[in-house]
């Protein structure tokens, strides 16, 4: 019995270092892919004086200690750069697996809980299915995402890198991938460097870009500190307030502030209920709303004061207008970016999720008296649809000339994970086997989730078993699409679009939604079209679709 028990374990070993050691059937015909992450989405290590590195983000095990030691800074406005408070150690991107390493999972490390810290694991599993290797068709970008984003040094580092994966992959052009913050760091190269930007990229896809900011959650970052995990986690991981003081110092953070140019159709506010005294003396409680720019006097009162403790040296942490003011004029270096003729640009953001917009202090019965007591408080979000991050509004604001806008449910880290965006990439990426359900006329998927034929059978289970038969059962998933082909070159935002008026000799704008619903084994499309206008010419496409799995 032992001697087959121990035949049998050889056995799973060998198949098991089979399975392990497959690889899959490698595509020579792709384009490179460079995948560029967003705000804390890189691996970052601290180089000593002796040159020994230790993973300081992310980490578990004495998380908030080592962050506090060596990721808390000072910004120095004459250079732009962030300095580490601990000035004997250096912050560097791991370089490994061709700039991967550092973007796959931020805790490679971590057992129990990895999910929780993976980043583009799912997208990076997926492309290598497609035919891409990695180190020939398939790289990565990990920066330090406590710097601006048109800091020299990381822009020389973006160009080093588009050079070594176009030279790697035989001289193909480059398609970037780039996911939240990450979208704004390829605009400030494609606006500083568009000649490098042209000489070496095909195509730049943008998931889940803060275009104009994201409000309601940077404004809260900013005063009360931010989590990136929630639950249980939260105990062996960084401190929203450790996280606060880090921000505070951070242009990436500033960079992600409400864009103060842009013409809001729905203007995100911070709100403070206060208590005053009138003429006679008596209290009055009254609510009051700050716009963008009049907001920061209220945010530079409230951190007036705040400080941290660094080896035992009071260190003050006021809200930085130093940084403000490089921001600003980030905010201008992003306004000009313009899409080289040569390259086309993708727009994909997430959609169906309650996004932080304007966010609240206090209430009637519990008013501010004094704008420092914001700080320990939660604030209560007005929200928005969007990601759950980037409202909507911001997202598709890219002030570019996109080849597609499209709009995905999807909550802002998940949707790099989302099984839909995986066949829009696919898709564009021409990668992988063709996918037979996806209509290439149109640019939508129309084939149903793999929930709702999983929700129908055991639907149809139910009725075998006596359950009846319920009216409807409707389980929805919608996708948004505005496909802006090159006769619209002139038109910037999606602003633009709704109020360009047509006469009869101007293209007319088409406006669809497409819902398919399966009523047992019987198919039923339904179509939605409007036209406006009239004569020949281009077409600017705003396309809503909808799968919708029915009761049998």
């Known amino acids: 019995m032992t001697v087959l028990l121990d035949e049998l374990i050889r056995s799973l070993e060998i198949w098991l270092k089979l399975i392990k050691d497959k690889k899959p059937n490698v595509n020579p015909n792709l384009d490179p892919v460079l995948l560029v992450p967003g705000i804390a989405g890189s691996i970052l290590n601290s180089v000593d004086e002796n040159g020994a590195q230790e993973r300081i983000w992310v980490r578990f095990l004495g998380a908030d200690r080592e962050f506090r030691n060596k990721l808390w800074s000072m910004f120095n406005p004459t250079t732009g750069e962030t300095l580490s408070l601990d000035r004997n150690s250096k912050i560097v991107v791991p370089e490994d697996r061709y700039g991967l390493y ?50 020299q040094a990381t822009m020389d580092r973006f160009a080093a890198r588009l050079e070594s994966v176009y030279s790697a992959s035989g001289g193909k052009k480059i398609t970037i991938i780039s996911h939240s913050m990450g979208g704004l760091l390829v605009k400030c190269f494609m606006s500083l460097h568009s000649d490098i930007f042209e000489k070496y990229v095909k195509n730049w896809i943008a998931i889940a870009a803060p275009f104009r900011g994201a409000p309601g959650y940077i404004t809260t ?36 502030m409400a864009c103060p140019n842009f013409d809001w159709q729905c203007h995100p506010l911070l709100e403070i209920w206060k208590e005053k005294h009138d003429s006679n003396g008596s209290p009055k409680v009254m609510l009051e709303s700050y716009k963008p720019a009049e907001a920061i006097s209220i945010m530079k009162e409230a951190l007036s004061s ?26 201008k270096v992003l306004s000009s970016a313009k899409v080289p003729i040569q390259c086309k640009f993708y727009n994909i953001y997430g959609t169906s999720n309650d996004t932080p917009h304007s966010v609240c202090y206090g209430s009637e019965q519990t008013p501010i008296t004094d704008l420092h007591q914001i700080l320990p408080l939660k604030g209560k979000y007005v929200c928005v649809d969007g990601d759950g991050t980037v409202p909507v509004e911001s997202a598709k604001a890219d002030g570019l000339n996109a080849e ?99 006469s009869e000799n101007e293209a007319p704008l088409l406006k669809a939604s497409v819902s398919v619903s399966h009523v047992g084994l019987k198919e039923v499309k339904q179509n939605h079209v409007e036209l406006r206008g009239g004569g020949g010419g281009a077409l600017s496409v705003v396309c809503t679709s909808t799968a919708t799995a029915m009761a049998n």
């Open 404 to 502: 597609a806008r499209v709009g995905v449910p999807g909550e802002h880290r998940g949707i790099i994970c989302d099984r839909h965006v995986f066949r829009i990439l696919k898709h564009w990426l021409k990668a992988g086997d063709l996918d037979p359900f996806y209509n290439p006329l149109n640019d939508y998927v129309i084939l149903p989730t793999a929930f709702e034929i999983e929700k129908k059978l055991h639907l149809q289970e139910d009725i075998k078993r006596g359950g009846g038969l319920p009216k409807v059962v409707v389980t929805s998933l919608k996708e948004e699409w505005g496909i802006i082909p090159k006769d619209y070159d002139s038109i910037q935002d999606e602003e633009d679009i709704q109020g360009v008026t047509t």
């Open 221 to 256: 970052s900013l005063l009360n500190g931010m989590s990136f995990v929630e639950g249980w986690e939260q105990n062996f991981f960084i401190s929203k307030w450790s996280m606060q003081q880090l921000l505070i110092e951070c242009p990436a953070i500033y960079e992600l």
């Open 102 to 151: 550092a973007i796959d999972c931020l805790d490679p490390d971590l057992i129990v809980g990895r999910d929780f810290v993976c980043y583009f694991h799912a997208m990076i599993v997926e492309m290598l299915k497609w035919g891409f290797e990695e180190g020939k068709t398939l790289f990565g970008f990990g920066y330090d995402f406590r710097q601006s984003n048109r800091l």
């Open 306 to 331: 705040n400080t941290v403790n660094y080896n035992g040296v009071d260190v003050t942490v006021p809200f930085n207008l130093d940084i403000l003011k490089w921001a600003n004029e980030t905010q």
